[in-house]
């Protein structure tokens, strides 16, 4: 039985405590992953752009996401 998952991707700094990570990285990185659909792999531009042209994109989109303030750059990245 297939189960098609959903990644987000984002890299940043984080704050740790106690062994939690928390912080606006966290939140991106949680919202990037819900906006996936079953079976795609979202990453923001701060990992599409640390990648350099490493995998290929099927374009981009523009996401409001939830509790932030602005329009977020996200790439659908191509791997089947």
Same mark, same amino acid.
């Given at each position: 039985? @297939?189960l098609p998952?959903?990644?987000g #991707?984002h +890299?940043g700094?984080?704050?740790?405590?106690? !062994?939690?990570? =928390?912080g606006?990285?966290v939140?991106v990185?949680a919202?990037?992953?819900? @906006?996936?659909?079953?079976?795609?792999i #979202?990453v +923001?531009?701060?990992v599409?752009?640390?990648? !350099?042209g490493? =995998?290929?994109?099927d374009g981009?989109r523009?996401?409001?996401?939830k509790?932030?303030?602005?329009?977020?750059?996200v790439?659908p990245?191509?791997?089947?």
């Amino acid at each position: 039985v @297939a189960l098609p998952v959903r990644i987000g #991707l984002h +890299s940043g700094n984080v704050k740790t405590e106690a !062994g939690d990570v =928390f912080g606006r990285t966290v939140v991106v990185a949680a919202r990037v992953g819900g @906006a996936a659909s079953g079976g795609e792999i #979202l990453v +923001s531009q701060a990992v599409q752009e640390a990648l !350099g042209g490493a =995998f290929t994109y099927d374009g981009v989109r523009s996401l409001a996401l939830k509790g932030l303030v602005g329009q977020f750059a996200v790439f659908p990245l191509v791997w089947r």
